[in-house]
């Protein structure tokens, strides 16, 4: 089986007949690997984002084409017609901008206008900063509080606050708090799921989240991208510390993770709790 791997996320959740496709990857990546995989995006019930960053959202148009497509295998004609619901924080389309030198911003937002996603492709955007409750136990988190002292928002997001070429000393880039960075939380008889897309607000700070939201104590997997690339000695070991503290089963890591610190939780953690969660990856609970 041949997959492809992108700077992206997109992670297919089905329970109890639900299917939910949350985030869709850089490009091409969500729905080039769904089709090797035997995975048909016409059967996805709802979309649900993570954050407004390009490497979540710009497959969004390909996915919304695909689950527009036909409905099923047997019946090629047919055709979704009713809107594709996308729920999202309303900060998801701010002007999203990554530093990468002084002064040097690219852009890194949605890379779609949402008027023509809404027009063209069928999509219809469930915009909220609470949580959202999509089953009886799969619920979009809404907001992150940020409350503790180790996990803050990478230096190199930026929002674009005017027009215009960028000048040192002015106020036409400000930080990007990321208010629009979300989860999902998944409720099972094992413990709580939680399906992090970045974590820009931090891992911990959502899985309290997670917990104050759906009044479960017990997390069984933590799963996704944890933004601790780059992370201090002093987050990290607060970040090892809780993931002890709070027993949790399983810890798989993916995307904006990096290898310094997935090589730390590996050793942290040991095997039977830390695992890799590359493209492809299948996890099943009863």
Not at 237 to 257: F, M, N, P, Q, Y
């Amino acid at each position: 089986l041949w997959l492809l791997g992108e700077w992206g996320w997109s992670m297919l959740v089905q329970a109890d007949g639900f299917n939910l496709l949350f985030d869709t990857g850089l490009r091409v990546s969500a729905t080039f690997n769904a089709q090797a995989m035997g995975i048909d995006l016409a059967c996805v019930d709802k979309l649900a984002l993570s954050h407004g960053h390009v490497d979540h959202t710009g497959g969004l148009r390909d996915v919304l084409e695909l689950m527009r497509g036909t409905i099923g295998r047997s019946n090629f004609l047919e055709r979704r017609s009713a809107p594709i619901d996308i729920v999202c924080h309303p900060d998801v389309w701010g002007p999203k901008y990554i530093k990468h030198g002084d002064p040097a911003y690219s852009f890194r937002g949605i890379p779609f206008v949402k008027a023509e996603l809404e027009e063209r492709q069928g999509a219809r955007f469930v915009e909220s900063r609470e949580p959202v409750w999509l089953t009886d136990d799969i619920i979009w988190s809404g907001e992150v509080p940020m409350r503790n002292d180790y996990e803050t928002i990478a230096p190199i997001c930026f929002l674009k606050k005017g027009e215009g070429t960028y000048r040192e000393g002015d106020a036409e880039f400000a930080p990007d708090p990321l208010t629009d960075d979300a989860a999902l939380y998944i409720r099972t008889e094992l413990g709580l799921i939680i399906v992090l897309g970045c974590a820009h607000r931090g891992m911990i700070n959502t899985v309290h989240h997670a917990q104050q939201v759906t009044g479960m104590d017990k997390v069984h997997l933590i799963v996704g991208g944890t933004h601790l690339i780059g992370a201090s000695d002093y987050q990290m070991h607060s970040t090892i510390d809780e993931l002890k503290r709070l027993k949790v089963a399983r810890v798989g890591v993916s995307h904006c993770t990096g290898l310094a610190a997935a090589s730390r939780l590996a050793v942290a953690l040991g095997p039977d709790v830390f695992f890799h969660n590359n493209a492809g990856n299948v996890t099943t609970f009863p």
